[in-house]
């Protein structure tokens, strides 16, 4: 199962608007609503932040926001901060010989 | 508290095993799904194997024949017993919930990690 595709890094000034996309197929991303995305900073563990396509857990900041069109599904940050600085990481359910996949993985910079 | 503790990592020669646990508290382990997620040095996310509530087990390529995962309900604990181990599986292991017991595909809560390290 190969990993779902993300730019490797993204950038914005503080209080943009920045988008990450993550790239499947029809039998993962596409095919399916249990698409998620996690933050991840430094020596940390990752931190669910979205959960089928679009939904936010309690306590995370509704600046983060998902969707998806086709095979392809994006995370969104409003109003960029420099505690989002962190890599993020989308996953998928997929019908390959495993469950689950990630993604490729994205440095998000703030400048 | 909700939280999930791994334990178990290490040097290790090639060729060796070691078992790693995650000791979970707050919820049941055997009412989730539970998985093994690695990330080398440097590296991204991968996803290594999964027990199913019902109990199946899925693992990814690379580990496939040599890990196995398993769960002991009257220690709440979750484990990964790895063999024939390699460089590549060097690695921070962590363990992860998924959402729901009935399986979501999404990981809500995560452990600190435990590093396993493959080397002569």
């Known amino acids: 199962q190969s990993a779902l595709t993300q730019p490797a890094s993204v950038s914005g000034s503080p209080g943009q608007s920045i988008t990450i996309s993550c790239t499947g197929t029809s039998s993962d991303v596409g095919g399916y609503n249990y698409v998620s995305w996690y933050q991840q900073h430094p020596g940390k563990a990752p931190k669910l932040m979205i959960y089928?396509?679009?939904n936010r857990p309690s306590g995370v900041s509704n600046r983060f926001s998902g969707s998806k069109s086709g095979n392809t599904a994006s995370l969104t940050i409003s109003g960029l901060q420099a505690e989002d600085e962190a890599d993020y990481y989308c996953s998928s359910y997929t019908t390959s010989s495993t469950p689950y996949v990630f993604g490729t993985g994205t440095k998000v910079t703030v400048l | 508290e909700v939280q999930l503790v791994e334990s178990g990592g290490g040097l290790v020669q090639p060729g060796g095993s070691l078992r790693l646990s995650c000791a979970a508290s707050?919820?049941?382990?055997?009412?989730?799904?539970m998985s093994w997620v690695r990330q080398a040095p440097g590296k991204g996310l991968e996803w290594v194997s999964v027990?199913?509530?019902?109990?199946?087990?899925y693992y990814a390529d690379s580990v496939k024949g040599r890990f196995t995962i398993s769960r002991d309900n009257s220690k709440n604990t979750l484990y990964l017993q790895m063999n024939s181990l390699r460089a590549e599986d060097t690695a921070v292991y962590y363990c992860?919930?998924?959402?729901?017991?009935?399986?979501?595909?999404?990981?809500?809560?995560w452990g600190r990690g435990t590093l396993v390290t493959v080397s002569s």
């Open positions: 707050g919820f049941t382990v055997s009412s989730n799904y």
């Open positions: 992860a919930r998924d959402l729901s017991g009935s399986g979501s595909y999404n990981f809500d809560l």
């Open positions: 089928d396509v679009s």
């Open positions: 027990i199913y509530s019902g109990g199946s087990t």
